[in-house]
């Protein structure tokens, strides 16, 4: 495993994916960077615009880069109060890191697409591989594009570029960036503070969603496999778990009894709608062995203690 650079490591994913990555390599191995300082001092974190291709390529050569992990990106419900800007970012980031990967000074990329790339008819049951792709979204058209262009890379230059399709991301560390799925997290810090979470998503809304620890397993993993085993040259479905805004509600309600939850659904509720409610990630199974291992009850467990221990509050929960 080569020297990483991690382009967007302030935010949601980019957070926990330094710190596995640094677990694995070691820290001076893993350069973090993003377009503000973290919230912690790291000695090993530049600042670095990723639109701006002149400074990326400094810093890749500067400090002897392998690989770079692409998470800088505009989401879905941002990138819908500011669309060709969303389109502006988030195309420009990646033809900045394929380039330069096109020119040898990168030997293998991630990027993340997203379930956005799916769309109002696609079927959105244990939705497939391969189906049909119409998203609505801005943020889904330039996760669509992004797939096209990293196909188009990898087999006509030769290029290693790996990718997998996020469903909703939840995790305690870091909060999301605004998107369609932010409930999912929103719900939990409500919760141990004010005992009451209003849902911008209607309460049978479901979607696919992922529990941090299983999303960075997924992005290390296809990292780790050999070119030649993947077969898929844009990006693979991955699945977790699906559920409803109310299912999530209840399961909060085991462990905190007195928690109430209503809903008045936004504009996100249509970038809902158009999604699928569960994935099929059987081609990322028989490839490189893909299973996630949280399911709703264990996410719930562990976000609810981790949290509590940032909100002073462990003795009021039963876990």
Do not use: C
Request: aromatic share 10%.
């Amino acid at each position: 495993m080569g020297k990483a650079l991690v382009i967007g490591s302030n935010g949601q994913i980019g957070t926990d994916l330094v710190e596995k990555l640094r677990s694995l390599k070691g820290d001076e191995n893993v350069i973090a960077s993003d377009i503000y300082q973290p919230a912690k001092e790291d000695p090993f974190f530049i600042l670095l615009d990723a639109t701006d291709r002149e400074a990326v390529e400094k810093a890749i050569k500067a400090q002897n880069i392998d690989e770079v992990y692409l998470m800088a990106a505009i989401l879905s419900a941002k990138a819908e109060q500011m669309p060709n800007k969303a389109w502006d970012i988030n195309m420009q980031v990646l033809f900045n890191i394929l380039e330069l990967g096109k020119q040898g000074l990168i030997k293998k990329i991630f990027w993340p697409s997203s379930i956005a790339v799916f769309g109002p008819n696609t079927p959105r049951i244990n939705t497939p591989q391969y189906t049909i792709m119409d998203p609505n979204t801005v943020y889904g058209i330039s996760k669509l594009a992004g797939e096209r262009w990293i196909e188009y890379y990898n087999e006509h230059y030769n290029m290693d570029v790996r990718s997998v399709r996020y469903p909703g991301i939840i995790s305690w560390k870091t909060l999301p960036g605004g998107g369609t799925t932010d409930y999912a997290v929103e719900i939990f810090h409500e919760a141990l503070k004010n005992k009451k979470y209003t849902s911008f998503l209607s309460k049978n809304t479901r979607l696919p969603m992922m529990y941090m620890p299983d999303a960075i397993d997924a992005t290390i993993n296809i990292m780790s496999i050999p070119k030649e085993n993947l077969r898929i040259k844009h990006s693979y479905n991955i699945a977790g778990i699906s559920f409803t805004p109310e299912e999530l509600a209840d399961a909060i309600k085991k462990r905190i009894p007195d928690f109430e939850i209503d809903y008045k659904p936004d504009f996100r509720q249509a970038i809902a709608d158009s999604w699928p409610e569960s994935i099929d990630d059987d081609m990322a199974f028989k490839d490189w062995h893909w299973h996630h291992k949280y399911d709703l009850d264990a996410m719930v467990d562990d976000m609810l203690k981790n949290l509590s221990k940032k909100y002073n509050k462990e003795e009021s929960l039963p876990l």
